[in-house]
């Protein structure tokens, strides 16, 4: 991508917001800016996957297996969020399905880049890495808690404890800013 990275559509992702006009130049540098049309499988389940999307415009349905329905809806993210982190950071298969539900607008950071800019001390892949970090421990803390609920009150009948995991899939992704 040109640095031509318009520093307002920087703000938009909140672990970038403090980032000052020369570190929103060298993260401009290391993007790929990708343009989808909708209904485009940006990723699959179970794919290898080095890449994290930066979703400037537009949104996204992620989706994932599941063993009672074809494919359950876990989430759609807006333009400010990101997808792809879990691969990214972990070198894992990806997690969930990701297709567009219109035109969309994605910056592209691969791992070797990201591992790049962290080795140089670049700030914004420090801030990036904070960020993706927080958000992942806190979607952790919250599967906790609510796993232990479950868990404590086996009295409670079979379609409440569905409601309640369906509850909880809805707020743990729900929270996909960084």
């Given at each position: 991508?040109?640095?031509?990275?318009?520093?307002?559509?920087?703000?938009?992702?909140?672990?970038?917001?403090?980032?000052?006009?020369e570190?929103?130049?060298?993260?401009?540098?290391?993007?790929?800016?990708?343009?989808?049309?909708?209904g485009?499988?940006?990723?699959?389940?179970?794919?290898?996957?080095?890449?994290?999307?930066?979703?400037?415009?537009?949104?996204?349905?992620?989706?994932?297996?599941?063993?009672?329905e074809?494919?359950?809806?876990?989430?759609?993210?807006?333009?400010?969020?990101?997808?792809?982190?879990?691969?990214?950071?972990?070198?894992?298969?990806?997690?969930?399905?990701?297709i567009?539900?219109?035109?969309?607008?994605?910056?592209?950071?691969?791992?070797?880049?990201?591992?790049s800019?962290a080795?140089?001390?670049?700030?914004?892949?420090?801030?990036?890495?904070?960020?993706?970090?927080?958000?992942?421990?806190?979607?952790?803390?919250?599967?906790?808690?609510?796993?232990v609920?479950?868990?404590?009150?086996?009295?409670?009948?079979?379609?409440?404890?569905?409601?309640?995991?369906?509850?909880?899939?809805?707020?743990?992704?729900?929270?996909?800013?960084?």
């Open positions: 991508m040109a640095n031509e990275l318009d520093s307002r559509l920087v703000e938009h992702f909140r672990c970038f917001q403090d980032l000052d006009a570190h929103t130049e060298q993260l401009a540098g290391r993007l790929k800016e990708v343009r989808l049309p909708k485009h499988t940006i990723f699959e389940e179970g794919d290898d996957g080095d890449t994290a999307y930066f979703l400037v415009s537009g949104e996204v349905e992620v989706r994932a297996a599941c063993p009672s074809e494919d359950c809806s876990l989430a759609t993210i807006s333009a400010g969020q990101i997808l792809g982190e879990i691969s990214l950071l972990t070198g894992s298969a990806r997690t969930a399905t990701a567009t539900l219109g035109e969309v607008e994605l910056w592209e950071i691969s791992r070797a880049t990201l591992e800019a080795d140089g001390g670049e700030a914004w892949a420090t801030r990036f890495l904070l960020g993706t970090s927080q958000t992942l421990a806190n979607r952790l803390a919250l599967v906790n808690q609510q796993i609920g479950l868990l404590s009150d086996r009295n409670r009948p079979a379609e409440k404890r569905v409601a309640e995991l369906d509850r909880l899939r809805d707020r743990l992704f729900s929270e996909w800013s960084f």
